[in-house]
């Protein structure tokens, strides 16, 4: 069954840090960009960061750039948020997605079609 | 960042009822957008992907179109399992962006 999963949430103090990660199976995780989105409670959701297969291309959402960090193992099949400076703001569920970047003709598209069950983050004092 | 705007925020329907969903792009971004369905406690579930394509496994009820600002998801018979909240994502330019849902709710 191809599936990711997410671990490592909890609760941390402001200024704390946390590690999530992201476990892929049924799929060879190293042949797609990989992404998380976070949904703070009672909120929408938010796009917050991506990699590519390699690992060699990363982007962020403006207000995490400089504390979060995205990386993979791609002989784990896994992904991982490294998250600094936690602060309140950043209380959420952490969803894990898969990229599938579809090609429709010559242009690229994002198709998170794979997600895990999320990971609850609360930063609190 | 591109702005995503969703409207309507909420809508009230029956079963059967054609129900349509709008999201304009603070710019133009092609046909860069896909459209994400929610239900209480799970993960989004992918609709469709570069505006009009449907994912692999979605009723064909659904319907994406649209392209540079205006962009709509029409679901042509609402069905018991379509009570959820929808959500629109560009992914023209990063930050990638979703407007902030349109949840459907019972008559």
Redesign the interface.
């Known amino acids: 069954e191809v599936q990711v999963v997410e671990s490592g949430g909890g609760l941390v103090q402001p200024g704390g840090s946390l590690r999530l990660s992201c476990a892929a199976s049924g799929f060879t995780s190293s042949s797609y960009w990989m992404t998380w ?1 976070r949904q703070a409670p009672g909120k ?4 917050v960061a ?1 990699i590519n297969q390699d690992g060699t291309e990363k ?4 207000s995490v750039k400089g504390r979060f960090t995205i990386s993979r193992d791609n002989a784990k099949n896994s992904l991982y948020l490294q998250m600094n400076s936690l602060r309140a703001e950043d209380t959420a569920v952490y ?1 894990c ?1 898969r990229d ?1 970047d ?1 090609v ?1 003709v010559t ?1 690229h ?5 794979v ?4 990971t609850m983050v609360t930063v609190s004092s | 960042a591109i702005q995503m705007t969703q409207s309507p925020s909420s809508l009230s329907a029956s079963v059967g009822d054609r129900v349509i969903i709008t999201c304009r792009a603070s710019q133009g971004i092609r046909n860069d957008l896909g459209w994400y369905q929610q239900k209480p406690g799970k993960a989004p579930r992918l609709l469709i992907y570069a505006a009009s394509s449907l994912h692999t496994g979605v009723p064909s009820r659904f319907s994406g179109s649209g392209s540079g600002t205006d962009f709509t998801l029409t679901i042509s018979s609402l069905q018991p399992e379509d009570f959820a909240t929808y959500y629109c994502l560009q992914d023209y330019d990063y930050p990638r962006t979703f407007g902030r849902g349109t949840k459907v709710e019972i008559k």
């Not at chain 1, 929408?44 to 796009?47: F, K, N």
């Not at chain 1, 598209?109 to 079609?113: K, V």
């Open positions: 989105v929408g959701l938010e796009w991506n982007h962020f959402l403006d969803f997605a599938q579809i429709v242009a598209h994002d198709a998170f079609d997600w895990g069950p999320g």
